[in-house]
């Protein structure tokens, strides 16, 4: 099994509408989450951290469940700049490294 | 502003040939990576350093080397042992919130 794994989609849905994704990842002892967006052909970019009580920033939430090991990426009033490839990322324990998931691409279509 | 700079942004390379990626960061972070990314794929750790004069294999080092002289600097050699060298080739660098990626450097075999 990945250590990391997402539904590479494509998700194509209408602008405005709403949107989630979800990562699930087998390490336990993972401490840190993360979703990244990437444009085409562009580095990522860190879009925000996941914290156990769960985080919001505008249209954006995300939520940690350690019970299911899972974390979830909700995007509300879609737009057509939201089009990109969102990768989750996590840290274990003790550790300088980071994995990534392989990023669920969403395209947002007016 | 604070960043962290790849060049070139494109790479040309014959078969049999060993060629450098350059990465500098002036973010003072001490943590330094090289990922790399195939299409529709994650990123993959190719070597990390957490401190000057010191650098660790990641999952996919056969091939590749690196060297970490100054803290600013973390170049990726991709030597002709690297049978399939075709990629985008992104540094990173970790400070207190998450990774800061270069823009990325796109390898062609020719």
């Known amino acids: 099994r990945k250590e990391v794994e997402q539904d590479p989609g494509p998700f194509n849905v209408p602008e405005g509408a709403t949107v989630a994704f979800n990562c699930t990842y087998s390490?336990?002892?993972?401490?840190?989450f993360f979703w990244y967006r990437q444009d085409c052909r562009k580095e990522p970019k860190l879009l925000m951290s996941?914290?156990?009580s769960g985080n919001e920033d505008g249209r954006f939430t995300a939520q940690l469940n350690r019970a299911s090991q899972y974390i979830s990426l909700l995007i509300r009033d879609s737009k057509l700049s939201d089009s990109a490839t969102y990768l989750c990322?996590?840290?274990?324990?003790?550790?300088?490294?980071?994995?990534f998931g392989a990023g669920t691409r969403l395209f947002v279509k007016a | 502003d604070g960043g962290i700079t790849q060049s070139p942004k494109y790479l040309f390379r014959k078969e049999g040939q060993n060629v450098t990626l350059s990465c500098e960061q002036n973010l003072n972070h001490d943590a330094m990576y090289w990922y790399r990314q195939d299409p529709g794929q994650g990123l993959r750790l190719i070597y990390y350093s957490q401190i000057v004069n010191d650098f660790q294999k990641g999952d996919i080092a056969e091939g590749y080397s690196v060297s970490r002289e100054k803290k600013e600097s973390f170049p990726l050699t991709v030597t002709s042992a690297q049978k399939n060298p075709t990629a985008f080739y992104l540094c990173?660098?970790?400070?207190?919130?998450?990774?800061?990626f270069g823009s990325g450097t796109r390898l062609t075999v020719v």
């Open positions: 996941v914290y156990s």
């Open positions: 990173a660098s970790t400070g207190r919130t998450g990774y800061t």
């Open positions: 990322a996590l840290e274990n324990t003790g550790g300088f490294k980071t994995i």
């Open positions: 390490n336990s002892a993972s401490q840190s």
